[in-house]
T-cell receptor, first 113, second 112 residues
Framework: DAGVIQSPRHEVTEMGQEVTLRCKPISGHDYLFWYRQTMMRGLELLIYFNNNVPIDDSGMPEDRFSAKMPNASFSTLKIQPSEPRDSAVYFC???????????FGPGTRLTVL | GENVEQHPSTLSVQEGDSAVIKCTYSDSASNYFPWYKQELGKRPQLIIDIRSNVGEKKDQRIAVTLNKTAKHFSLHITETQPEDSAVYFCAASIRAGNMLTFGGGTRLMVKP
């Protein structure tokens, strides 16, 4: 298996633009997590899904952020409109519910100018 | 919700010395405690984990201890090597497979 796949790996955009981050979890995994990592706030859980259903989105910072999981092999995190303070590394992770380890993707480094 | 505190934020040791990183958690219902290692520019990767029914777990040079009464757990790395240099994160969860709450991270530097 290729592991968790994220795209793009780097994204540079201007304030006000829409940004869409993509994630393909490991095949067969039933949990998917979106994290944001910054120097100031560390590693924060934004939202997670179980069997494509959002379970907890209390970490989503504001209405500008939205996430979807239309099927078991694909999820998106959208920011509209983007702001400079959204600049961070966004990680997607997945696991099989009855097992322990969350497997992280390589991350998307987002820079909002 | 759960709150995880991690100390120290930075730790510098000489190669061959031991390193200890400590975490406390707030939710007594938490029963799964993983540790992740993140090298510069890379993704976090699990290095060891412990469940609440176990007090200590070892894997070669790394070990984790858990004190449920005091609600704290620690990572111990013995005979440190330069390749151990990374940021280490502790985390807590109500159950394995579910959402994790991470500590703030510890940057470990092992000087040759």
């Amino acid at each position: 298996d290729a592991g968790v796949i994220q795209s793009p790996r780097h994204e540079v955009t201007e304030m006000g633009q829409e940004v869409t981050l993509r994630c393909k979890p490991i095949s067969g995994h039933d949990y998917l997590f979106w994290y944001r990592q910054t120097m100031m706030r560390g590693l924060e859980l934004l939202i997670y899904f179980n069997n494509n259903v959002p379970i907890d989105d209390s970490g989503m910072p504001e209405d500008r952020f939205s996430a979807k999981m239309p099927n078991a092999s694909f999820s998106t995190l959208k920011i509209q409109p983007s702001e400079p303070r959204d600049s961070a590394v966004y990680f997607c992770a997945s696991n099989l519910g009855q097992h322990n380890e969350q497997f992280f993707g390589p991350g998307t480094r987002l820079t909002v100018l | 919700g759960e709150n995880v505190e991690q100390h120290p934020s930075t730790l510098s040791v000489q190669e061959g010395d031991s390193a200890v990183i400590k975490c406390t958690y707030s939710d007594s219902a938490s029963n799964y405690f993983p540790w992740y290692k993140q090298e510069l520019g890379k993704r976090p990767q699990l290095i060891i984990d412990i469940r609440s029914n176990v007090g200590e777990k070892k894997d070669q040079r790394i070990a984790v201890t858990l004190n449920k009464t005091a609600k704290h757990f620690s990572l111990h790395i013995t005979e440190t090597q330069p390749e151990d240099s990374a940021v280490y994160f502790c985390a807590a969860s109500i159950r394995a497979g579910n959402m994790l709450t991470f500590g703030g991270g510890t940057r470990l530097m092992v000087k040759p």
